[in-house]
């Protein structure tokens, strides 16, 4: 059995149960583990959620508005390469944010821990890249390397509000009340 699965599987313990034809049974895994559960009520999560989203949505805005201009700092590799690593930390994150888990009221603790993870590790990488991409574009700048100073503003001005929103997304989550519910341990 893989280390992954075995991880998963660890806080499960199973249970014979006789099927309806009473010609053998059926192995059915209960699981025994730790819940983390929200501290809040379903109205706020639901209402971190659309925040979230529709900061998510403006950050993708203000990405695509100081991607898409046909500026210098686009085109120089120290400006794009992060910014291309910040389109997939963000897609992580924003896996993490709005997967089914954020839903519940009560997680298992390996689908407490993956989103957790999603969401810190993804927003927090988009913040990093995205606001290494907004210092070399005034980089850029200050070195005198432009066609015209206000889109190569602008081009920096929306990375920076990008990494911004993102900082206030991976913050909001992280302020999320919870607690952990120990489990019924028998093994």
């Known amino acids: 059995m ?7 599987l660890q806080d499960y313990v199973p249970k014979q149960i006789p099927t309806e034809n ?12 730790d819940w983390y559960v ?5 109205d706020t999560l639901r209402s971190f959620r659309l925040r979230a989203l529709a900061a998510t949505l403006l950050t993708v805005c203000f990405f695509l508005f100081g991607a898409l201009q046909r500026t210098v700092c686009n085109t120089v590799s120290f400006v794009a390469i992060p910014s291309i690593f910040s389109i997939l930390a963000l897609m992580f994150g924003t896996y993490g944010l709005f997967s089914r888990f954020l839903r519940v009221s009560r997680l298992q603790e390996y689908d407490f821990r993956s989103m957790h993870f999603k969401v810190q590790a993804g927003f927090g990488a988009y913040t990093v890249f995205i ?15 432009f066609f015209f100073i206000g889109r190569e ?7 920076l509000i990008c990494g911004v929103l993102s900082l206030a997304i991976c913050l909001c989550f992280k302020k999320l009340p919870y607690h952990r519910e120990y489990g019924g341990h028998y093994r």
């Open 22 to 33: 009473r010609k053998g049974c059926q192995t059915e895994y209960i699981y025994q583990g």
């Open 131 to 145: 606001l290494l991409a907004a210092a070399a574009c005034f980089f850029t700048i200050a070195s005198g390397n």
């Open 38 to 42: 929200w501290d809040c009520t379903p």
């Open 2 to 8: 893989s280390l992954q699965r075995k991880k998963i």
């Open 153 to 159: 503003l602008f081009t920096a001005c929306c990375y």
